[in-house]
């Protein structure tokens, strides 16, 4: 999915206003930004705090403190909310736009202005239900806070006003009279496959089409859409999203990441393809740091790429192997998907960090043998071999990035924090390196990653509530049933349904990418799986690897693109480069799928 560079707009063209309402509305867009910005940065600071307090209270002197998952709870559905209308204003709702990205500039705008319409047609439907959902909360008081649920639910009814002024505002600020006018056959034809593919956000396409089934299909409250929607957001264990994505953007700010990759590349940087194999490794090390495939490449790129190139590696190459790496590091921890599945399918988290480790590795060691053959025809140069002492001050340098994700997985594994909390102690560590040892603690930047913390925590969140909401249509349209029954009756009993799952999972990956792929069909195939005698991790497992897939192939694979914008290469020149190293995945994936053991080494 896409994050658009352009914060004043979804499609880029927010061009000087022309009339008297819409420099009214720039202004009012100014003070939009301003009053939620701050206070989702807030909101981030404030969730760190409270959880990384927890930890220090329950471990550290033994008096836990009670309230702080509640409030923990309470401030993440408004961060969720306040991150989604940020995302609404930047254009950084996830979508497919590679479809719409190849059409002329004059439908490009129809369809950006299809998208808003989207957006604002799907708040105002939920605004009045929202407003009855919070009511309804009133009653129920939190035990530990002693406060009642209205001010955690009112979030959903702040934030859907907001974006439906948002919607508005880019409605009348970008799009022409005829642009608007073009809509409304758009509107008529509300199809997911016809929204997603138009570019219109993944969020707002789920939700409209429950909304537009509920109303002519059944006879069921509005209400309904808002409670579930809370329901798929509300989960604790979501908020490890915004924390891990927040300490990736720190790792990257304060170097730790070209710590990493300069200790790689002392170590083999001089062999023939040296630097791509230093890829590789510096995204398997990232990632375990990271958890967010755009920071892990974003964090690798501008330290490796322009060398790659410099010692004539084409840039289709360089950028073929960094979206495969990306690809294959899906199942590190802390992997967003992955906290995900844990959240929707109810699969043990810490059992999906263990189990995600050793497929990641297969993946690693068949992008090297990609890498290796390919090296041996190509002309790149080589670098001078690093010397002991240049290695060991690389070394040195690099040990307290080499340390932290040992210590997220020793504080996970030893109970000292929870998949959520662990975050926190990496926040802090990070935070204490960079003041007590590398001095690169840079206070300006701050503001700008806990807000962008906010954007990304937004777009996941919201899919994760429309899809939630979805995914119960889904069900009482006995959709659901009758692809599970389809699937459950494929041949060869447990080997064909995961041979099917890895077909599935990458179309799937490819058209709706990881989060909102499982969010939808993980609740109806793990249980199938289960029944089949299929360990739910390992499924987990073989289900991210496959999207991953699909994420990261072109023509259709958004990461792809993401991967050529970062590293600023035409996607014509890399498609071909990609193939070699999807392929060796693919493999990767079969052998994973075959062999449970790889992501069951703690069972």
Request: net charge positive; glycine share 6%.
């Given at each position: 999915m896409t994050v658009d560079p352009d914060a004043n707009g979804p499609a880029g063209r927010a061009a000087a206003p022309a009339s008297a309402l819409q420099r009214a509305c720039a202004r009012l867009d100014c003070w939009l930004g301003v009053a939620t910005e701050w206070p989702a940065a807030a909101l981030v600071v404030a969730e760190i705090t409270v959880l990384f307090t927890g930890v220090v209270f329950r471990y550290g002197i033994d008096r836990p403190l009670v309230w702080t998952d509640e409030l923990a709870s309470l401030l993440f559905l408004w961060l969720c909310m306040l991150g989604a209308v940020i995302a609404q204003r930047r254009g950084a709702h996830m979508r497919l736009t590679a479809v719409a990205m190849r059409l002329p500039m004059v439908w490009r705008n129809r369809l950006e202005a299809l998208a808003a319409v989207i957006a604002a047609l799907f708040m105002l439907q939920i605004i009045a239900p929202a407003a009855d959902y919070a009511i309804d909360q009133i009653p129920i008081t939190m035990p530990a806070l002693g406060i009642n649920g209205f001010w955690r639910t009112s979030a959903i009814l702040v934030g859907a006003v907001l974006m439906l002024v948002t919607a508005l505002l880019q409605m009348i600020r970008q799009a022409t009279p005829r642009d608007l006018a073009f809509c409304l056959p758009g509107i008529l034809a509300v199809l997911i496959p016809v929204l997603v593919l138009a570019g219109t956000p993944i969020a707002f396409a789920f939700g409209i089409s429950t909304i537009t089934y509920l109303q002519f299909m059944t006879t069921l409250p509005m209400s309904i859409v808002v409670s579930r929607m809370d329901e798929g957001m509300a989960s604790i264990v979501l908020l490890a999203i915004p924390l891990f994505v927040f300490l990736g953007l720190l790792i990257e700010m304060t170097g730790l990441a070209a710590?990493?990759?300069?200790?790689m590349a002392s170590l083999v940087g001089h062999l023939r393809g040296g630097l791509s194999y230093v890829l590789v490794c510096s995204m398997y090390l990232v990632s375990g740091i990271s958890g967010s495939k755009a920071a892990d490449m974003a964090a690798i790129a501008p330290v490796l790429l322009p060398e790659m190139e410099r010692r004539g590696q084409p840039p289709g190459e360089m950028i073929g192997l960094l979206s495969a790496s990306a690809a294959m590091g899906e199942t590190i921890p802390p992997s967003i998907v992955l906290i995900t599945v844990g959240s929707v399918t109810g699969v043990s988290i810490a059992g999906l960090f263990s189990g995600g480790i050793l497929p990641a590795l297969v993946g690693a060691i068949g992008l090297a043998v990609v890498i290796f053959f390919r090296a041996r025809g190509a002309g790149a140069s080589r670098a001078e071999r690093a010397t002991g002492r240049q290695i060991g001050r690389a070394f040195l340098a690099a040990l307290p990035a080499l340390a932290l994700p040992v210590l997220i997985r020793w504080a996970v594994v030893s109970g000292v924090a929870t998949a959520t909390e662990v975050s926190?102690?990496?926040?802090?560590?990070?935070?204490?390196?960079?003041?007590?040892?590398?001095?690169?603690?840079?206070?300006?930047?701050?503001?700008?990653?806990?807000?962008?913390?906010?954007?990304?925590t937004g777009a996941v969140l919201l899919i994760l509530g429309t899809a939630t909401a979805m995914g119960w249509a889904l069900t009482q349209s006995r959709f659901s049933a009758q692809l599970v029954a389809a699937m459950a009756g494929v041949p060869g009993g447990a080997a064909g349904f995961l041979a099917l799952s890895v077909v599935v999972f990458a179309i799937l990956g490819s058209v709706l990418e990881g989060i909102p792929a499982i969010v939808l069909f993980g609740p109806l195939l793990f249980p199938v799986a289960h029944a089949l005698g299929i360990n739910l991790v390992h499924y987990a497992i073989v289900a991210v690897l496959s999207m991953s897939l699909g994420l990261f192939t072109p023509p259709f694979g958004i990461g792809f693109y993401q991967a050529c914008a970062i590293g600023r290469v035409a996607p014509d020149k890399a498609v071909h480069a990609c193939w070699p190293y999807m392929a060796a995945l693919l493999i990767a994936t079969m052998i994973v799928a075959a062999v449970p053991w790889l992501a069951l080494p703690g069972f």
């Open positions: 710590l990493l990759v300069n200790l926190t102690i990496g926040v802090v560590y990070t935070l204490l390196i960079a003041l007590l040892i590398n001095r690169r603690l840079d206070l300006v930047r701050m503001g700008p990653l806990l807000v962008d913390t906010a954007v990304l």
